[in-house]
């Protein structure tokens, strides 16, 4: 049976002085994911191995890895198309590490809730809200979002500007704001406006490049800036209470 | 130092997070923390495809659903539950519509359904065909808008604290630091979901491994019903990703190896072109399963590397309606199998999917434990019986997370004392077992994943779709001997910095349990019911055994079964009609 070379970042911060790359030879299987190499380096080469998984199909958004130099779902991305090898797999960048593939996303856990993501809307007493599949399409595409990371990981601002929200927060702020039952754009402006919100972002567009699941956040944060600017020239032709 | 709640909730899946808000809005002043071995998001509801089941529909009524669920579970159902859950499901599916849930709409704008196995209305909401991911991120959105809400996010539970009787709190250890913490609750709610894990082939993701089953269990509470696992009849061969059965509601084929809509030959139904309810590729999944099995045996299914399979033909619905109702299908095949549905078969077989049994609850949730309640997979209320319909699980999560926040809300303000000091010691006990764990099996001499791996084609083997007494007693032999080798497994890895491999010898050690006690009560049921194939009995027996297994756990691992009578309102047991 053929194989193929996994190079793996090992790394504990606290108790290693530096990563350091680890060689591991499993076998080349066509139907093999990333993960089920490293899968197979746990179960029987070395325990000791820390990555995170759990769905395997592409939905969970545990399994973000950096694969050959580029973030991807590492259950979503096959061995023999790195074939004949080596693999290097590291885990995502911009984001500090707790341990070897595992990466810390408490930033952007702390962030998500500041741009308010859930409907904000007076429920019809009887029955749902009406929305159109058109109505639904508006914002669809943002309410995708697996919370992979992977934009975080491509995105050079977030890189260099840590305070920058991001672009899936960003995205996720906009999914709501475009959401036709929704009426909490003026809530969300002032942390999508500010200037670690979408003004921050100089439109490189590696986070929809990066995105696997199509959700488009470069898309989302440009869109943002236009409707931000419009508001930003009513607010100057009317002062800010007399607004809705 | 321990921490305080009133109530801590295991899991933040569908179940944990309903719970969580149904405890807040109860009383704002509670302390409420959600404790989840992996963000809540990542939980397993997340991966759900086809919809969840409520009553909308003018043609349609509560009654009608409630029958549907009461014989696809083959009566082994509490009638009295499965009445309040189908009348609180529509309010539960309405409410996350309110929360901004992006329900599929029809052109008008109202919520569309669609057909589902064993559902003689169309009452299924669907988000596409990515159900289960839009409802868990709507209410883990939702839910942060509730900032008491605690979390403990990648925080594996490990023990339940019990004293007199009574539960106080949980163990758990912080993944990423290795801190181990004794939380101290007026009440817990386990939410953690199922166990496919335990066998080899599933649709499950890989935390799905029972550990809230077992934790109960060593706590001294009974469970239910657990000899009824559910295999899904269309799963992928080798990864065992699930390929909705939303495929076949929109019209999908099951074809054996000669083009041959073989569900015609058991009892199903005729095959017509266009998809009838209750019939043919729209029967239930236990039926649906087994007629593979018989497919099989005939040889008219095809070989593979990875197993006998059949097809499933989408083929005929065209590219439109696959990428507008079935997108992540298509996705799904194409990443994982090479193939475009639009054009080309779907390899599919049978694959486990879901169990039935579980924490044996009332309809508020509540254990016979006190202070301990369960929602969701990890529980048996039990609407599901012997088979749990399809799209009826993701109402259940909300309607019984919902009763069992409510329940041990009201609960924990009825207590007068607080825990003894026994309690504190139980989780310094637990604390000092957790390190030696993580020292001791230097020395070891097998490996977690070959115990693992032989656990799980041993409940294949035993306890799969068809099981005989023969085979259920050989599997009981087997799980014992690897109970006695698991205690000389080894780890490798002895730090306490995001340990992964700890955490899947802790969950080994969950999924023994719950096997166990899968193959103590299958033994036991010699009849055939739903999910539970018996060909050493193959025929229902109603006089005996139509009554719900309880089982205990025994100090050495083994289960005491005993049996409780079956809560019948409006629908006396009768034949489970299909396509006739
Ligand atoms: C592929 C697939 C498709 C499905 N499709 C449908 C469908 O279309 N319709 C339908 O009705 N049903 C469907 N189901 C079934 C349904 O999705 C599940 O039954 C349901 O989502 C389970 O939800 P839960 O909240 O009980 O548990 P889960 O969502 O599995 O959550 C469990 C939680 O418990 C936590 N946990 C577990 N153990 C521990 C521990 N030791 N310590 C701390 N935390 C722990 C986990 O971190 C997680 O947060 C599907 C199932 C699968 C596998
Ligand atoms: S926007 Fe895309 S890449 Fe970014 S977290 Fe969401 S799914 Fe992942
Ligand atoms: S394991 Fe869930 S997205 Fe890869």
Redo the contacts with the bound molecule.
């Keep these: 049976m053929s194989t193929i070379t996994m190079e793996v970042t090992r790394y504990r911060p606290g108790e290693d002085s530096e990563p350091t790359v680890q060689s591991y030879e499993v076998p080349l299987r066509k139907e093999w994911a990333v993960l089920d190499g490293l899968n197979h380096i746990k179960d029987h080469l070395d325990g000791t191995l820390s990555y995170r998984w759990s769905c395997r199909?592409g939905i969970c958004g545990s399994c973000g890895m950096t694969v050959n130099g580029r973030p991807v779902l590492s259950c979503a991305s096959f061995l023999v198309d790195y074939a004949p090898g080596p693999v290097r797999v590291e885990p995502l960048r911009n984001f500090p590490v707790i341990r070897d593939l595992v990466v810390d996303i408490s930033d952007f856990m702390e962030k998500l809730p500041r741009v308010k993501p859930w409907l904000i809307a007076d429920p019809p007493e009887e029955g749902e809200f009406l929305q159109t599949p058109e109505e639904m399409d508006e914002y669809k595409k943002y309410s995708m979002c697996i919370n992979c990371m992977l934009c975080y990981s491509a995105c050079p601002v977030y890189a260099l500007e840590p305070e920058f929200l991001g672009p899936a927060a960003i995205a996720l702020g906009q999914r709501y704001n475009l959401d036709s039952r929704d009426h909490g754009a003026e809530d969300r402006r002032d942390v999508l406006a500010s200037a670690e919100g979408a003004w921050a972002c100089t439109f490189v567009g590696e986070c929809s490049t990066a995105c696997p699941k199509g959700v488009d956040p470069a898309g989302a944060i440009q869109r943002y800036k236009l409707t931000a600017a419009v508001a930003a020239m009513k607010d100057f032709l009317m002062p800010r209470g007399a607004r809705r | 130092m321990a921490q305080f709640h009133n109530v801590v909730i295991?899991?933040?899946?569908?179940?944990?997070l309903r719970a969580a808000v149904a405890v807040a809005e109860a009383n704002p002043l509670l302390s409420v923390a959600i404790?989840?071995?992996?963000y809540?998001m990542?939980?397993?509801?997340?991966?759900?495809?086809?919809?969840?089941?409520a009553v909308i529909a003018e043609d349609d009524s509560l009654d009608e659903h409630a029958y549907d669920t009461v014989s696809g579970g083959d009566w082994l159902v509490e009638q009295d539950a499965v009445e309040a859950f189908v009348q609180e499901a529509p309010r539960e599916l309405l409410r996350l519509e309110h929360q901004g849930c992006p329900w599929s709409r029809k052109p008008d704008g109202h919520i569309a359904v669609r057909a589902f196995g064993g559902m003689k209305k169309k009452r299924t909401w669907f988000a596409a065909d990515k159900?289960?991911f839009h409802l868990?991120h709507t209410l883990f959105q939702s839910a942060l808008s509730y900032p008491d809400i605690v979390r403990y996010d990648e925080?594996?539970?490990?023990k339940l604290l019990v004293d007199d009787g009574r539960v106080h709190g949980v163990v758990?250890i912080e993944l990423a630091t290795g801190r181990i913490e004794t939380i101290i609750a007026n009440a817990v709610i386990v939410?953690?979901?199922?166990c496919?894990r335990v066998f080899p082939f599933t649709?499950?993701?890989n935390?799905?491994?029972g550990?809230?089953m077992a934790?109960a269990y060593q706590a001294g509470a009974p469970l239910k019903d657990m000899e009824f696992v559910q295999y899904h009849p269309t799963g992928l061969p080798f990864t065992g990703?699930?390929i909705?059965?939303?495929t076949r509601a929109e019209g999908g084929w099951l074809l054996n190896k000669d083009g041959y809509r073989y569900l015609q030959d058991y009892d199903l139904g005729k095959p017509t072109p266009e998809p009838v309810l209750r019939s043919m590729e729209l029967g239930p999944r236990d039926r649906l399963s087994q007629a593979f099995m018989h497919e099989h045996a005939k040889g008219r299914t095809i070989e593979t590397p990875y197993g006998p399979i059949v097809h499933l033909d989408l083929r005929h619905l065209g590219a439109s309606v696959i990428d507008s109702k079935l997108p992540f299908v298509r996705e799904l095949c194409s990443k994982y199998q090479n193939i475009d549905p639009v054009k080309e078969l779907i390899p599919v077989r049978p694959v486990v999917?879901?169990m039935m049994g579980g924490i044996h609850t009332d309809i508020d949730g509540a254990t016979p434990l006190e202070g301990l309640y369960a929602?969701?997979?990890?529980a048996c209320v039990s609407i599901n019986g012997a088979n749990r319909l399809?799209?009826?699980?993701?109402?259940?999560?909300l309607v019984f997370?919902a009763r069992a926040g409510k329940a041990a809300a009201e609960y924990v303000q009825s207590l007068q004392t607080g825990p003894r000091s026994v309690v504190y010691k139980q989780g310094d006990d637990e604390e000092r077992r957790l390190r030696h764990e993580l020292g001791r099996h230097d020395d070891g001499t097998e490996r977690i994943a070959d115990i693992r791996t032989e656990m799980q084609s041993t409940m294949e083997e035993g306890a799969g779709i068809y099981r005989d007494g023969n085979s259920l007693e050989k599997a009981a032999v087997k799980l014992h001997e690897l109970r006695e080798r698991f205690e000389r497994a080894a780890i490798d890895d002895h730090s306490s910095t995001f340990n992964t491999e700890i955490v899947a010898m802790?969950e080994l050690s969950?999924m023994l349990d719950v096997a166990q006690s899968i193959v103590a009560c299958a033994l036991q049921r010699t009849e055939s019911r739903g999910a539970h194939q018996r060909t050493d009995h193959p025929m229902r027996d109603d006089e005996k055994f139509l009554a719900h297994s309880l089982v205990h756990r025994q100090p050495d691992g083994s289960g005491r079964v005993g049996y409780l009578p079956v809560t019948i309102t409006r629908w006396p047991p009768g034949e489970r009609v299909y396509g006739r």
């Design positions: 199909m | 295991v899991g933040g899946g569908g179940a944990g404790v989840s071995k992996v809540p990542r939980s397993h509801t997340v991966s759900a495809e086809g919809g969840a089941a159900t289960g868990l925080w594996f539970v490990t758990a939410c953690s979901g199922g496919g649709t499950n993701a935390i799905k491994t550990d809230g934790l990703i699930l909705t059965e939303a999917h879901y929602a969701g997979e990890v399809g799209s009826n699980s993701l109402p259940e999560l997370g802790l969950c």
